[in-house]
């Protein structure tokens, strides 16, 4: 069965600087892609990051671009998220998400709709 284990979230500091992991078992040669997506109280997910396992592309999202992250450690099975410049803004739940069914055509990769596999969220929390 595929599990998707975030860790790293917590309480930092406005313009400070959060890692996520996401820890991965279960994923098969048909997995695409891996992402990360948010969402706070109110709101639906919403895309920060996405990487194609094959070549490493990489997708953000309008709300992380230029200070945010994704990579990928294919020997831990390890996923990351690195974001910069946090703002109380980017206090959410953040979870790790993966892929392996059909791109639906004309759908985002950065959609929720895209991806199957789910992890439980890492809160992170940005405040004074």
């Known amino acids: 069965q595929v599990q998707l284990v975030e860790s790293g979230g917590g309480s930092v500091q406005p313009g400070g600087s959060v890692t996520l992991s996401c820890e991965a078992s279960?994923?098969?040669?048909?997995?695409?892609?891996m992402a990360w997506f948010r969402q706070t109280p109110g709101k639906e997910r919403e895309g920060v990051a996405a990487i194609e396992l094959g070549a490493g592309v990489r997708v953000y999202g309008d709300i992380a671009r230029g200070r945010a992250t994704i990579a990928r450690d294919s020997a831990k099975n390890t996923m990351y998220l690195q974001m910069n410049g946090l703002k109380p803004e980017d206090t959410a739940m953040y979870y790790c998400a993966a892929k392996d069914s059909p791109r639906a055509r004309g759908s985002s990769i950065l959609s929720a709709s895209e991806y199957n596999y789910w992890g439980r969220g890492a809160q992170v929390t940005v405040s004074s």
């Open positions: 279960g994923l098969d040669y048909k997995t695409s892609y």
